[in-house]
Antibody, heavy 121, light 108 residues
């Protein structure tokens, strides 16, 4: 079945970096883009950016420009999201999701289980 | 950024009842509007895309409508598993794609 499996929880100190992985299976990896969305405790959903596994092109949210990087490993059908210069307000559950497009309308139809990133001194 | 405002923020309803959640965009977004359901401790799940298209596997008691700036999600004949938080999302403007603040539906 189609699934996205993410890496485990992380605890980081302020100023550090974190790299979260998302392994895709059950579908053609190159046929869909992947996005990252985060959710701070008790809060709503925030889009971070997207990566096209076919070619590796990325679009990052302006809010995260300069401290976010998304990459992919085509040999393992895995995408990575690295966030640097971590602050306490980066504490959140980070989700990867598969993106699809219908008549130009994007939507996220399969989600990973989420990875809790805690930032604390 | 396009702001998405949901109302109400929370509501209570009974099993078998009918509820409608609304979502308003700060500028016209055509029908570039999706709805997600999220249960505690779980990832969101896609319910409706393109304002009114039901995702495969989603029960027909869920329906969506709207275009431009005003949208709604209706759940008819509520079942116990429908009590969750619902989010709308616009994908008209890609940076960033924005979500509503969420509507929590709980059991009366």
């Amino acid at each position: 079945q189609v699934q996205l499996v993410q890496s485990g929880a992380e605890v980081k100190k302020p100023g550090a970096s974190v790299k979260v992985s998302c392994k895709a299976s059950g579908y053609t990896f190159f046929a869909y883009y992947l996005v990252w969305v985060r959710q701070a405790p008790g809060h709503g959903l925030e889009w971070l950016g997207k990566i096209n596994p076919s070619g590796g092109s990325t679009i990052y949210g302006q809010k995260f420009q300069g401290r976010i990087s998304m990459t992919r490993d085509t040999s393992t059908s895995t995408v990575y999201m690295e966030l640097s210069s971590l602050r306490s307000d980066d504490t959140a559950v980070y989700y990867c999701a598969r993106g699809d497009t219908l008549m130009g309308i994007d939507y996220f139809d399969v989600w990973g289980q989420g990875t809790l990133v805690s930032v604390s001194s | 950024d396009i702001q998405m405002t949901q109302s109400p923020s929370s509501l209570s309803a009974s099993v078998g009842g009918r509820v409608t959640i609304t979502c308003r965009a700060s500028e016209p977004i055509n029908n570039y509007l999706n709805w997600y359901q999220q249960k505690p401790g779980k990832a969101p799940e896609l319910l409706i895309y393109a304002a009114s298209s039901l995702q495969i596997g989603v029960p027909s008691r869920f329906s969506g409508s709207g275009s431009g700036t005003d949208f709604s999600l209706t759940i008819s004949s509520l079942r116990p598993e429908d009590f969750a938080t619902y989010y709308c999302q616009q994908t008209y403007s890609a940076d960033p794609y924005t979500f509503g603040q969420g509507t929590t539906l709980d059991m009366k």
